[in-house]
């Protein structure tokens, strides 16, 4: 199964992962199974809910 991606962030960012985090963490108090990964192609890090998980809750 593949990823939805819900927000970028970038990399390069002085805070690091940290808005990811922050973002995720919110996403996940609201009951959605956000997780961080690192996209180092576009050098971002990205908030994800697995396809399955995102399309069985619409």
Known sequence: MGRV???RFPAGSPRGSWPAEEYAAQRKREGVPAEV???????AFLVVVRQREALSRH
């Open 5 to 7: 991606v819900l927000e």
């Open 37 to 43: 990964v690192m996209d180092l192609r576009s050098d």
